[in-house]
T-cell receptor, first 113, second 115 residues
Framework: AQSVTQLDSQVPVFEEAPVELRCNYSSSVSVYLFWYVQYPNQGLQLLLKYLSGSTLVKGINGFEAEFNKSQTSFHLRKPSVHISDTAEYFCAVSELGNEKLTFGTGTRLTIIP | KAGVTQTPRYLIKTRGQQVTLSCSPISGHRSVSWYQQTPGQGLQFLFEYFSETQRNKGNFPGRFSGRQFSNSRSEMNVSTLELGDSALYLC??????????????FGNGTRLTVT
């Protein structure tokens, strides 16, 4: 069965500093990987996804993530964060042909002015 | 194009009661999935419906059920409510029901409080 581990539950970062949110996954088959963001009192919004091809994936709001098969990781990065990036970020995995998404426990990103 | 719409946004119920939550997917989307989000357990998959058929089911008791109508709208029902059912219930829709072609689009959720 697939699983996702987000190593940090909370990450405080100064405004305009870079950030990396870590995600590791476990699966016995080919996977699709996603990062979602949840702003307060809202649902989840897709940031980016890895389906196949280039391992570096660019998403919305200046975020990018790199798929590393050997390390089973899919870390999310942004070179310079803004106050508006304050939110909870979820890494998720699904397997070929299965709509069920398995989510990590989330990382709360707090931007310090 | 309108997004995924969930109603109501907030619900307060008493233990033992039942509740029905509604989800209208993005126009043209045939797959609807439901998730429960709690601070302790995070996001947990409840079930997925595709063309009116339940195609996937998570590890929740039979008190949790759902259905999908011919227009792809979906409802989720929880019977005999327990305090632990207090959560944000998220609905998500996708075009064809597979992650490769159409990632999930989420609604803003229904926050259920059981007292």
């Amino acid at each position: 069965a697939q699983s996702v581990t987000q190593l940090d539950s909370q990450v405080p970062v100064f405004e305009e500093a870079p950030v990396e949110l870590r995600c590791n996954y476990s699966s016995s088959v080919s996977v699709y990987l996603f990062w979602y963001v949840q702003y307060p009192n809202q649902g989840l919004q897709l940031l980016l996804k890895y389906l196949s091809g280039s391992t570096l994936v660019k998403g919305i709001n200046g975020f990018e993530a790199e798929f590393n098969k050997s390390q089973t990781s899919f870390h999310l990065r942004k070179p310079s964060v803004h106050i508006s990036d304050t939110a909870e970020y979820f890494c998720a995995v699904s397997e070929l042909g299965n709509e069920k998404l398995t989510f990590g426990t989330g990382t709360r990103l707090t931007i310090i002015p | 194009k309108a997004g995924v719409t969930q109603t109501p946004r907030y619900l307060i119920k008493t233990r033992g009661q039942q509740v029905t939550l509604s989800c209208s997917p993005i126009s043209g989307h045939r797959s609807v999935s439901w998730y429960q989000q709690t601070p302790g357990q995070g996001l947990q998959f409840l079930f997925e419906y595709f063309s009116e058929t339940q195609r996937n089911k998570g590890n929740f008791p039979g008190r949790f059920s759902g259905r999908q109508f011919s227009n792809s709208r979906s409802e989720m029902n929880v019977s005999t409510l327990e305090l632990g059912d207090s959560a944000l219930y998220l609905c998500a829709s996708s075009l064809e029901g597979d992650s490769y072609n159409s990632p999930l689009h989420f609604g803003n959720g229904t926050r259920l409080t059981v007292t």
